[in-house]
């Protein structure tokens, strides 16, 4: 169950130096336990559940702030060895005490409820610790007024007399909700009126307030380390779901101009990259050379029968892959920084937490169900696009939800939508079909179900809203993950047509949408030739005379099809020489990677007249030179071998031989003609 995008979990739980003592001095300590008590007066009181506890902490630091104010007026600047003892463990209650308010206010509702005797426990435990210090702290050692010595005799009375608290109201609502739990694991319905009560009485009570419940929860799993409470928060997501769902309705949608930020939007450091993809490194692995690859490319190219480091081509001592936590935490704070989205392994937790939880998968049904339901009974399009945006959110979430949602029959009824003259409609159909191909089960049915796939390459070609064939184009380059499709999806001249006016004309986001489709479907040779009779070369012109810096992309395109086009392509390429030393000169590392890459299979295969073409453009062997210095290792190495082609036809000494006919002239080499014209 994938974390959204959006959400970055808020700082709630404690920290370590809370629980552990200043080394202060005496009234420094008394300065600290005055500001902590004084912070902890200024909390509100827990307004849902422990109420009670809540006010009597709030109010027993209250008055103890009185005590130390006192303490610092005096003029005695040290104390008895007892009294600093006990200031210095009243300082580390104090912090437990507002950590403890502080977490159950930001917390899950739900999630404290299902605690309430663990944590109302701990509530008394502190309060019992408070007490016992206040017992033998020598007061009549510390020089206090007689109204505060007073005071700090009622403040020990009360804390003497404060006995374990059960509220039986509330005792009563969580056996209600842990009932209403095991009902839906047995696949019973929970009754809708009990639900709204027990929802009314957390305080969600409207769609955001459930949304922003979902949202604890998934931080709350985060949290937790064992799996039976991960399996618990679990359960408490899909019946939140359920219950926002049922109880309040579809929510509105926001309206936004495209999607949420993702990593295609980001110029991501090349430290982060990993070297085999040159994509942003999820789960970074070190191997035996010491190079650190992402774990799943690295898996594929062991598995696929290599021994060595792709890097440095070093044979691997061993196949062992060692976690890279560091730059791992690395990757998780960048991502945090940038607000974009990074699947950690937590969310691999929740994936396996969900598919293990009997409750959840029956609460994630019951809320399908109701939803699609919703969506045949709907009347007007404004109720129709939040239903479609419900299930557009909910098949974000999770496998259980995607796998769902289609075996409910929800597809051919977005499908319906594509078409839609609501613009915020079709965008929402069409995304809800990309979020359901993430699932391989998925892939097949919208490929198989009539009218799905051409509803799809409709929306890329005409589609209301640029986001909505960027998502299109999404949604081709998921389909394009089975080799089988990407061979049909390239035989089709509207996909090619569409990525290449949407990568043309497109925004930025969009354009990398449709980029990113075209290379997964330029890796199949016979796409290639359509791509390049389609104008793919041109394409990359363009938008490298637009943008040198964000040529990333099409570069990398024209890389994978001057590599697999053959002679057609190298001569299609000879005019983005030029172009291409722009982005060797400006581009990105990746950009300037694949540019010069790009120029090598280009001079290879193109004879003479493509490294002459080459080497006239002014200051390139500096700037090469500049690229063996400062480049990747793989531009490095790229870049070495185009200084060896310029030297070697600078001395004549290249083995191309060029001759001329009456209509053209062919460059021929020991094992290439070509034609040049």
Not at 279 to 308: C, F, N
Not at 643 to 663: F, K
Request: contains cysteine.
């Amino acid at each position: 169950m994938a974390i959204s995008p959006q959400n970055f979990p808020r700082k709630r739980r404690p920290s370590a130096g809370s629980f552990i003592s200043p080394t202060l001095s005496d009234r420094r300590l008394v300065q600290s336990l005055l500001l902590v008590s004084q912070e902890i007066s200024s909390l509100m009181p827990l307004q849902f559940l422990l109420k009670r506890y809540s006010v009597s902490i709030i109010r027993k630091s209250n008055l103890l702030a009185f005590l130390f104010e006192e303490l610092l007026r005096n003029p005695v600047s040290c104390f008895a060895p007892t009294a600093v003892l006990c200031f210095e463990e009243m300082y580390i209650v104090l912090q437990r005490m507002k950590a403890s308010i502080e977490d159950c206010s930001n917390g899950s509702r739900t999630w404290l409820l299902t605690q309430h005797e663990s944590v109302s426990n701990g509530f008394h435990e502190l309060t019992v610790d408070l007490s016992t210090l206040l017992d033998i702290i020598p007061v009549k050692g510390l020089d206090l007024a007689e109204d505060i010595e007073e005071l700090v005799l009622l403040i020990r009375k009360q804390c003497s007399e404060t006995a374990a608290y059960v509220d039986h109201t509330e005792d009563c609502l969580r056996r209600n909700f842990l009932k209403m739990l095991d009902e839906i694991k047995r696949e019973i319905v929970p009754d809708h009126g009990k639900l709204a009560e027990i929802f009314k009485k957390l305080g969600l009570q409207d769609t955001t307030g459930c949304s922003d419940e979902v949202k604890s929860l998934e931080e709350e799993f985060q949290n937790q380390t064992d799996d039976k409470s991960k399996s618990e928060i679990t359960a408490l997501i899909g019946l939140v779901r359920y219950a926002k769902c049922v109880l309040f309705g579809a929510s509105t949608p926001k309206s936004h101009g495209r999607r949420q930020k993702s990593m295609t939007d980001m110029v991501i450091p090349a430290d982060f990259r990993c070297p085999i993809t040159l994509d942003l490194m999820r789960d970074p692995v070190v191997v035996a050379t010491g190079q650190t690859y992402d774990r799943k490319s690295i898996t594929r190219w062991i598995e696929s029968g290599h021994s060595t480091c792709p890097k440095t081509g070093q044979t691997l001592a061993h196949t062992n892959l060692i976690q890279n936590r560091a730059l791992r935490n690395l990757i998780i704070l960048w991502c945090r920084e940038q607000e974009i989205p990074f699947q950690t392994t937590e969310v691999n937790d929740k994936v396996k937490a969900s598919t293990q939880n009997k409750t959840f998968f029956g609460a994630t049904k019951m809320t399908v169900s109701f939803l699609v339901n919703k969506l045949t009974d709907s009347e007007s399009v404004e109720a129709t696009n939040r239903v479609v945006h419900e299930l557009r959110v909910l098949a974000k979430t999770d496998s259980e939800s995607r796998a769902c949602i289609a075996e409910a029959g929800a597809i051919p009824l977005l499908v319906r939508f594509l078409g839609s003259d609501h613009p915020n409609l079709q965008v929402n159909a069409v995304t809800t079909l990309l979020n359901l191909s993430i699932l391989e089960a998925n892939k097949i049915r919208i490929m198989e179900i009539d009218g799905a796939l051409n509803g799809i390459i409709e929306v890329l070609r005409s589609g209301a809203t640029w986001e909505a064939k960027g998502n299109a184009a999404a949604t081709i380059f998921s389909l394009a993950g089975v080799q089988s499709y990407r061979k049909r999806l390239g035989k089709k001249t509207r996909v090619v047509k569409g990525l290449l006016d949407l990568a043309t004309a497109g925004p930025a986001s969009s354009r990398r949408d449709a980029l990113v489709a075209i290379l997964s479907l330029a890796s199949e040779r016979d796409t290639v030739a359509r791509l390049i009779e389609g104008g793919v070369v041109e394409m990359v012109i363009e938008i490298i005379a637009g943008s040198p810096e964000e040529a990333e992309e099409a570069v990398t395109v024209l890389e994978v099809v001057v590599r697999r086009g053959g002679l057609v392509a190298v001569a299609a390429a000879y005019h983005a020489i030029k172009k291409l030393s722009v982005v060797l000169r400006s581009g990105s590392d990746r950009a300037r990677e694949s540019a010069a890459a790009t120029l090598v299979s280009i001079c290879r295969k193109g004879g003479t007249e493509t490294v002459a073409e080459l080497a006239a453009v002014p200051g390139i062997e500096r700037v090469i030179w500049e690229l063996m210095g400062t480049g990747t290792e793989r531009c490095r190495r790229k870049a070495a071998s185009l200084l060896r082609m310029l030297r070697r036809w600078a001395a004549g000494l290249d083995e191309n031989v060029t001759t001329t006919t009456a209509d053209s002239t062919i460059v021929t080499t020991p094992s290439r003609p070509m034609l040049l014209s």
